[in-house]
């Protein structure tokens, strides 16, 4: 009888993924790319989410429309990286790297689990059709579209 080899996020730390494996991580939720609000008043890292979306998520499907070239025009773009693991607080609680990098298995709804690619759609995890364009929001009014805290 053949072993069972457990899935790559199980056996390897998020240093030894490759590339593929690394991006494959993303279920495609699309809350990394919500604007955030930080209370400075707290010390705690807590970070406020809004609904707010970066002016390139597709705000339906809530994938980037230029990925490979975002950091061109949105400069502060986040790019992760497993070196940065220790600051995944901010991330959801449900972001596949955040989870990975704390140790803990991904959800029966993240694609890799369960082969959909729609089922974190389905699960309401993301903000599919819940979303503004940052371009539609004035700055001063993003505290009016916080959604949950994280940190």
């Known amino acids: ?15 030894e993924l490759d590339h593929d494996e690394w991006e494959s ?13 930080e209370d ?12 707010i979306a970066c002016k390139l998520l597709d705000l339906e499907t809530c994938r980037c429309r230029d990925y490979p070239n975002r950091r061109q025009f949105v400069p502060d773009c986040i790019q992760l990286t497993p070196g940065q693991a220790s600051e995944f607080r901010w991330l ?15 959800p029966p709804w993240h694609p890799l689990v369960c082969g959909d690619p729609q089922a ?7 903000q599919a059709g819940r979303m503004l364009s940052e371009n539609a929001v004035s700055e ?3 505290e009016d579209y916080m959604i949950f805290r994280a940190g």
């Not at 009888?1 to 998020?14: C, G, I």
């Not at 400075?40 to 609904?51: F, H, K, L, M, P």
């Open 25 to 37: 991580l993303c279920d495609g939720c699309g809350l990394c790319c919500l604007q955030k609000l």
């Open 92 to 106: 959801p609680p449900t972001c596949a790297y955040r989870l990975v990098a704390e140790g803990l298995d991904l």
């Open 1 to 15: 009888m053949a072993a069972k080899v457990e899935p790559f996020w199980k056996r390897k730390t998020l240093a």
């Open 120 to 126: 974190v759609h389905k699960a309401g995890i993301s």
């Open 140 to 142: 001063d009014d993003w």
């Open 40 to 51: 400075e008043d707290e010390d705690d890292g807590s970070v406020y989410y809004t609904r």
